[in-house]
């Protein structure tokens, strides 16, 4: 048996156990993301330690990454919207929409934050991007401002 049919075993055996109902490839792509847009925070290590393996092929899961994937998928999205998503939400400041979801950012104290997927919030996106012929920074934004009511303005006293 040569090496590389090996490593190619090897690599769909590990796909199989970390990212059930994915094939290898998949969950190789919803890994290289995921490293990227993390919806768990994670010490910087051990991200640099999966991006080793994702490098040579293997694909990795955090705590909630197969379930976000999951959920994501779900609702129409795949590796090349998520990562759009978040590309468009890094443009867009956190202050402009109490909906945006850097509000909700899960953060400690040496740890790379993570950002929950919430598909309530992201379920109607692919949408409006594939099929409403938005940009995805509109796309974005029109879910955001949508979501709005969502949110309620916190209350002052005075």
Do not use: C
Not at 23 to 40: F, I, M, N, T
Not at 91 to 101: A, D, G
């Amino acid at each position: 048996m040569s090496a590389d049919f090996y490593d190619f075993d090897e690599k769909r055996r590990r796909a199989a156990e970390q990212w059930p109902g994915f094939d290898p490839a998949e969950a190789l792509h919803w890994s290289k993301v995921l490293l990227r847009h993390s919806p768990d925070p994670q010490r910087a290590g051990i991200k640099a330690q999966m991006s080793e393996a994702i490098n040579r092929g293997i694909p990795v899961a955090g705590p909630d990454w197969v379930r976000t994937a999951d959920s994501a998928r779900a609702d129409g999205f795949n590796p090349v919207l998520f990562q759009a998503l978040h590309e468009s939400l890094h443009t867009i400041s956190k202050e402009s929409f109490r909906s945006h979801p850097g509000h909700r950012q899960v953060t400690f104290k040496t740890y790379l934050p993570g950002t929950p997927y919430e598909s309530e919030l992201w379920s109607d996106w692919p949408k409006i991007f594939l099929t409403d012929g938005f940009d995805a920074r509109t796309a974005t934004t029109l879910t955001l401002l949508r979501a709005e009511p969502k949110f309620p303005r916190p209350h002052t006293n005075g």
